[in-house]
């Protein structure tokens, strides 16, 4: 898969973006026929256009927020 579509596949999947050594910032559009998402940082709500090029595969990280099942217990606990 080449970077444009892998970083495609990410942006639409993931809810939040964190460049390398920078604030996270919330995904709010995927701009695919134009090669960039939209996102806004979570300080300052500044919104930015990335460049699906700009994004760095190795050190930029995307988060997916995940459903959990909140009829079945939670325990912190670790099991030895």
Known sequence: MNHTLTVKTLAEAATIYIPKDQPGM???????????????????????????????????????????DNKTPFTNKVEK
């Open 26 to 68: 919330r995904i709010i559009a995927c701009l695919s026929d134009e090669n960039y998402f939209l996102a806004e940082d979570e300080k300052t709500y500044k919104q930015h256009n990335i460049d699906y090029e700009d994004v760095d595969l190795d050190h930029d990280k995307f988060f997916k927020l995940q459903l959990m």
